[in-house]
């Protein structure tokens, strides 16, 4: 089964960016799209967007339009996902996902981005 | 954009059955998945495309469609059943979004 490893947690000031990675694991990398999926502490999951990690191509929650950009590396089967301007409203968990024929079918484990002054 | 509306909480007897709605406009021509999510865990898909239920998941999780109104169904609930629910559907433009989610809290 696939997996999804992320990156470590962050912390960032007021301002600042932020860019998470995900790497998946085994040749299917560019088989899948890969969403991000956002989940404040006590709070619902939100969706951010998607990337084809084959052509490039991506689609943003129009909430994130404009200060979310996701890329890949195909090379080393890793996506990003980097969010600018951050606030306090943006401390949560940040979440990869892969999109299968049966949702999202692999997760990563959640990277706790923190945003303090 | 669109929304999809659940009900904040479901409480259940262990064996008994839990039912948890999903309702939005746009659920009568897109499909619905359906997430599990426990403390501390990422969440795991257990019902997509309205019905269908992955390999591992246990036969008591049904999903069922009715226009735009999704339902969510655990027959027998057992204790872990006790978690967060969502359900995710998508508009035709590619945009997808989740409920607000159910807590399932089993008595």
């Known amino acids: 089964q696939v997996q999804l490893v992320q990156s470590g947690a962050e912390v960032k000031k007021p301002g600042a960016s932020v860019k998470v990675s995900c790497k998946t694991s085994g040749n299917t990398f560019t088989n899948y799209e890969i969403n991000w999926v956002r989940q404040a502490t006590g709070q619902g999951l939100e969706w951010m967007g998607w990337m084809n990690p084959n052509s490039g191509n991506t689609g943003y929650a129009k909430k994130f339009q404009g200060r979310v950009t996701m890329t890949r590396s195909p090379s080393i089967t890793t996506a990003y996902m980097e969010l600018s301007s951050l606030s306090s409203e943006d401390t949560a968990v940040y979440y990869c996902?892969?999109?299968?024929?049966?949702?999202?079918?692999?997760w990563g484990q959640g990277t706790l981005v923190t945003v303090s002054s | 954009s669109f929304e999809l509306t659940q009900p904040p909480s479901v409480s259940v007897s262990p064996g008994q059955t839990a039912r948890i709605t999903c309702s939005g406009d746009?659920?009568?021509?897109?499909?619905v998945y359906w997430y599990q999510q426990k403390p501390g865990q990422a969440p795991v898909v257990v019902i997509y495309k309205d019905t269908e239920r992955p390999s591992g998941i246990p036969e008591r999780f049904s999903g069922s469609s009715s226009g735009t109104t999704v339902t969510l169904t655990i027959s027998g609930v057992q204790a872990e059943d006790e978690a967060d629910y969502y359900c995710?559907?998508?508009?035709?433009?590619?945009?997808?979004?989740f409920g607000g989610g159910t807590k399932v809290t089993v008595l």
């Open positions: 995710q559907s998508s508009d035709s433009s590619g945009t997808w979004v």
């Open positions: 996902a892969r999109s299968g024929n049966s949702g999202y079918d692999s």
């Open positions: 746009a659920l009568a021509m897109q499909f």
